[in-house]
């Protein structure tokens, strides 16, 4: 069964980890986290960006598989799905769905208007047992068409947003979405500080997990982060793996081109770069 994100992410501050969200694509990407998260006993949030839902033929597709995977696959460990960077729409669209978590990303927005939509969604998901991220200042890089260039927030706005009853904050610290330019600054550390500072036992988010150096994601954990987002990672690893399958070509030996068979060593990929980061954010046997 489904779980809103807010309990899992505050032991996870408590215990000095963070859960991951791992972004889902399709079945075999669900599968493969749901099956990485079971083998480690280890909390997991199952991410749905507007732009994968879409692909994904509507976020009630996406809820049918995933309630329908957690059943009959046995999966015990905490699960939640959970919208990335929802509009307004998305995200009520979402609750309807049966999604267990959503991240309404009014960040684009004047602080005002993102208060004013955030104040609404919080008593809704209330209303529905369910989790609520917000965003305050942009993330940077590019996804789904979101493009920023890592900027910090301000600490003043995340507490204005943080008070209004948000379960978990996501917050500008230099972090960007996709891969880190050579020329990047790494995270804004005292800007995380800042903002903890106001926020007290918030949980933070960190997105734009892929190619941060493991010894800042373990001192953003210290400082109150207990999620971190992962996407592009997967995707690379997933592309590599099917790369390597075709250029050797494996798909024209016997029935090597059984998409069960193509996408195989693409899903293994993405199992052993989910428990590489749940060793990273120590989520692993914290279910």
């Known amino acids: 069964m489904l779980v809103s994100a807010k309990e899992m992410l505050q032991k996870a501050q408590a215990g000095h980890y963070a859960v ?18 079971q083998e480690n006993n280890s909390p997991v949030i199952l991410g749905v960006s507007e732009g994968a839902g879409k692909y994904m033929a509507g976020y009630k597709t996406v809820v049918g598989m995933v309630n329908g995977m957690l059943e009959e696959m046995n999966i015990t460990v905490p699960v939640a799905l959970h919208l990335d960077h929802g509009s307004y729409d998305a995200c009520l669209k979402c609750v309807e769905a049966g999604f267990s978590s959503i991240m309404y990303d009014g960040s684009h927005s004047p ?5 004013a939509n955030t104040k609404k969604l919080v008593e809704i998901c209330k ?27 301000d600490p003043q706005e995340c507490k204005r947003v943080a008070d ?44 734009g997990g892929t190619g941060i150096p493991t010894d800042m994601i373990k001192k953003a954990i210290d400082l109150g982060v207990a999620k971190i987002n992962v996407n592009t990672e ?34 293994e990929a993405i199992k052993a770069t989910v428990k590489e980061k749940m060793e990273i954010f120590g989520s692993i046997g914290k279910a």
């Open 20 to 37: 991951g969200q791992f972004n889902i694509n399709n079945l075999e990407w669900t599968k493969a986290i749901l099956q990485t998260a």
């Open 111 to 115: 602080i005002d208007e993102n208060v």
């Open 127 to 153: 209303e529905h047992n369910m989790s609520l991220e917000a965003e305050v200042g942009s993330i940077g890089g590019e996804e789904d068409g979101v493009v920023g260039m890592g900027e910090c927030a």
């Open 234 to 267: 997967c995707q690379l690893s997933f592309a590599a793996a099917t790369r390597k399958y075709i250029e050797e070509g494996k798909d024209q030996q016997g029935k090597g081109f059984d998409p069960r068979k193509l996408l195989a060593p693409g899903a």
């Open 164 to 207: 209004l009853g948000i379960d978990f904050l996501a917050a500008g610290i230099g972090n960007i979405h996709g891969k880190y330019p050579a020329n990047w600054q790494g995270l804004s550390f005292e800007t995380l500080a800042a903002i903890k500072e106001l926020t007290g036992d918030m949980p933070l988010v960190l997105h």
